[in-house]
């Protein structure tokens, strides 16, 4: 892949494929040394050693992860790993951020639902189905979350320049939503609805026209 100057995504979920996986990008990235601003990602990155977190910063490793799978896992995350591994190492986004990571967003569909609205109000609520919050001192601040699926998701496609902020010359790619998710409390963000889709400055999509 580095040879061809192809971007290269790995899924690696667990602390140990986390590990590998970036034992061997440091390994490939030292025997191309000239080469800079890869921006390999590593898929979903959902538990990791803690001495890995600084790693992912040190070699610029995208954690490309989601949401909404820290609450739809977190019931049974615990009882797998066990709280001191759970706590110290799943969906630390807070963590790799403050590590200087580039976190992006998503929501897997169809593994989850394709709603990213859903994946937001996960990321900055941590909020369970089962009425708990998963270890919310690493939730998102909702700019934060609204940064992992807008500059951020722009930034790991090497398109920062195109997309990802309503910056004048970039393209007209805009969602209009029914309700201000910045503001509004946070249990109403689940309930807050699509009311355009501008994509390059053309309407392609309003809530009740059938289109």
Request: charged share 25%; hydrophobic share 40%.
């Amino acid at each position: 892949a580095i040879e061809h100057d192809f971007q290269l995504c790995v899924h690696a979920i667990g602390d140990r494929a986390n590990r590998e996986t970036l034992d061997i990008f440091g390994e490939t990235f030292f025997a191309f040394t000239a080469l800079h601003d890869l921006r390999w990602r590593m898929e979903h990155a959902q538990h990791l050693n803690p001495a890995d977190i600084q790693r992912f910063a040190q070699l610029g490793v995208i954690a490309s992860m989601q949401g909404i799978h820290a609450t739809s896992d977190g019931p049974w995350v615990e009882p797998k790993l066990g709280a001191r591994r759970a706590e110290e190492g799943a969906y630390v986004w807070q963590k790799l951020m403050q590590s200087g990571v580039v976190v992006t967003n998503g929501t897997d569909a169809p593994v989850e639902d394709v709603d990213p609205l859903a994946s937001y109000y996960a990321s900055v609520s941590r909020m369970m189905v089962n009425g708990e919050r998963f270890y919310p001192d690493q939730r998102m601040s909702r700019m934060e979350a609204l940064k992992s699926y807008t500059i951020n998701t722009a930034y790991a496609a090497f398109e920062e320049d195109l997309k990802g902020t309503l910056t004048p010359g970039k393209l007209a790619d805009i969602t209009v939503l029914s309700k201000d998710i910045l503001a509004i409390p946070e249990e109403e963000i689940p309930t807050t609805r699509v009311e355009l889709t501008i994509v390059g400055g053309e309407v392609v999509y309003r809530a009740g026209s059938g289109g």
